[in-house]
């Protein structure tokens, strides 16, 4: 993709022509004749939480590759510089700062200086992790490991989202995306409080978007299934019984994940709030 000044390679923010979904020709003695055609997020801000992990850094280098200049939030700072590295190295624009996404003066103080440093906040995503005990009966579950997903997926969403829509009601624009998984909607496998967990996510993106969608701020949530790429090491038959469940008969791809997450946060989904989009591969139908 060629720079403002139609030279090609990497400019700040951009990443290398070869990583563009534009399209761009004629590249010649270095520069290159550009199309028009814009990237999805040029010009947005955006914050991921737990951007170190997985998920997070999945969307959070498809972010920068569609333009926008992505603030790594998270846990362990060196992890972040990592994927802050890569993204640079490819032409993006990101900076990291450790914040523990449950503490809601922590994410407000670094929302305060993400938006003081870049003008907004126009895109907030949290996919830090949540521990859950599985794979055993609720009747034989105690209590706290019960609660223990659905009060930290409540506290860290709340924090993270609300922080989020204080700087987009403000400014009048902005997009939060919410994650939550499958298990939302499940009933075949025993996932303990991380059902809850996640039906709460997906019950706050509906209240928030009803609170602030006349203030300009669309709230959308992201509901993927099991996703192998997130732990290497997974054989075919560790999944076999939720592939079995799918009408695709396969599992979600890390790319789908983050190309659905961009979707959401571009001005293609406008229209779209207080919906969760359903990234079962047909385990789930709607
Ligand atoms: N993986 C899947 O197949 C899948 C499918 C559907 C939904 N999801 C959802 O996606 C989310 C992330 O999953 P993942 O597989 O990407 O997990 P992951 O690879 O373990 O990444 C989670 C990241 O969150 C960070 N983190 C944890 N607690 C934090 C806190 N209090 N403050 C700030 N950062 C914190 C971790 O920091 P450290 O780097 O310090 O560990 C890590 O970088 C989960 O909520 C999960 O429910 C995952």
Do not use: W
């Not at 969307?59 to 972040?80: D, Q, S, Y």
């Not at 890569?86 to 700062?97: F, K, N, V, W, Y």
């Not at 794979?135 to 034989?140: D, E, H, K, R, T």
Request: hydrophobic share 45%; aromatic share 4%.
């Amino acid at each position: 993709m060629p720079g403002s000044d139609g030279v090609c390679g990497p400019a700040p923010g951009r990443l290398a022509p070869s990583d563009c979904t534009a399209v761009s020709e004629s590249c010649e003695n270095g520069r290159r004749k550009q199309k028009g055609m814009r990237m999805q997020l040029e010009n947005k801000n955006a914050v991921v939480y737990g951007a170190a992990g997985s998920m997070g850094g999945a969307v959070a280098r498809a972010f920068a590759r569609e333009g926008a200049r992505v603030f790594l939030a998270g846990r362990t700072l060196a992890k972040l510089d990592a994927v802050a590295g890569e993204i640079r190295s490819g032409g993006g624009t990101a900076e990291t700062a450790q914040v523990d996404a449950m503490d809601q003066l922590a994410v407000a103080s670094h929302a305060d200086q993400v938006a003081a440093a870049a003008g907004s906040i126009d895109i907030s995503f949290n996919a830090i992790s949540i521990s859950a005990v599985q794979n055993m009966p609720l009747v034989g579950m105690s209590l706290e490991d019960f609660m223990a997903p659905v009060t930290d997926a409540c506290r860290t969403h709340f924090v993270t989202a609300t922080t989020a829509a204080r700087h987009m009601t403000a400014q009048g624009s902005g997009v939060i995306v919410l994650l939550s998984a499958t298990a939302s909607r499940e009933s075949r496998h025993q996932m303990g409080g991380f059902s809850l967990a996640c039906a709460c996510i997906e019950a706050l993106t509906r209240s928030l978007a009803g609170e602030v969608g006349r203030q300009g701020v669309r709230v959308v949530g992201l509901r993927p299934n099991f996703t192998p790429e997130t732990y290497p090491g997974v054989s075919d038959e560790d999944v076999s019984s939720l592939v079995k469940d799918t009408l695709l008969g396969r599992l979600p791809r890390l790319a789908e994940v983050a190309g659905t997450a961009v979707y959401l946060a571009s001005a293609a989904a406008g229209a779209m709030t207080g919906a969760v989009i359903n990234l079962s591969c047909g385990a789930i139908i709607d």
